[in-house]
């Protein structure tokens, strides 16, 4: 069993597979990848992973082995992307990403608009917000408004973290 109050962040890695998805993840693994934020308690993701909390340990696993997420504090941060600033704008790219991940996961192949608007926002927390309420509009009306509600309601929880 996983120590549910450990801390996983993102790896580079982590990120170019959120893109990629080349590993054929799980549901429950791709959907933790997806939510991990480097300050939230392992065992406050398994609702949004879709796994009871004793399971954890079976989704973290494989995340942990491939390089894709790393624990906080005990183990050595990840590399930062080649150009990436150490300060919260890098943090911002890593929210813009996760929240391309999220729209790609939820609108499946009608993402592409919102991800376009994504895309566009610029690294503070104010323009992903605006994006991703924008992005969360234009679903409403071209894709469906259920979709839309719960892209919106997740985005803001990746964005206010």
Sequence with gaps: ??????VYARTQAGLQE???RALHLTREQRNLLIVIDGKSA???FAKIAGCAPEQMGEVVAPLVRHGLIAAVGGAPS???????????????GASAQALIALAEQIFGAHAGPVVRKLEKAGSSAAELRAAAESGAKLAKLTIDENKARLFLAEALKLIEG
């Design 1 to 6: 069993m996983a120590d549910l109050q450990a």
């Design 18 to 20: 959120i893109k990629a």
């Design 42 to 44: 392992l065992g406050s």
């Design 78 to 92: 990840p590399p930062a992307a080649p150009g990436a600033s150490t300060t919260g704008q890098r943090q911002a």
